[in-house]
């Protein structure tokens, strides 16, 4: 069964930085598209960013120029380097890949929480 395990979360002070891992069983990272959510509890969740397989990236209007979707396929291993952050960026964060949204199917996630 494929498996993502997010890390990297903790608290931290506006303006500050962190990076998020998301670590896939097998090879579901290197063949797929993978995305990085964010959920904030009563509120749905939404997309960040995505980086395809050969590396093209979209984001999210309220991060660009501040967070960076990054793949290593040859590490099974996707990540968000997040800066400059912000309180608004406060929210749990989840890797996926595209099909596994479809079926809504979750990992548990990483806490972020930015202190103004």
């Known amino acids: 069964q494929v498996q993502l395990a997010e890390s990297g979360g903790g608290l931290v002070q506006a303006g500050g930085s962190l990076r998020l891992s998301c670590v896939g069983s097998?090879?579901?990272?290197?063949?797929?598209?993978m995305g990085w959510y964010r959920q904030v509890p009563g509120k749905q969740r939404e997309r960040v960013a995505v980086?395809?397989?050969?590396?093209?990236?979209v984001y999210e209007d309220s991060v660009k120029g501040r967070l960076t979707i990054s793949r290593d396929n040859a590490k099974n291993t996707v990540y968000l380097q997040m800066n400059s952050l912000k309180p608004e960026d406060t929210a749990v964060y989840f890797c996926?890949?595209?099909?596994?949204?479809?079926?809504?199917?979750w990992g548990q996630g990483t806490q972020v929480t930015v202190s103004s």
């Open positions: 996926n890949t595209m099909s596994r949204v479809v079926l809504g199917l």
């Open positions: 097998g090879s579901i990272l290197s063949t797929n598209v």
């Open positions: 980086v395809a397989s050969v590396g093209i990236t």
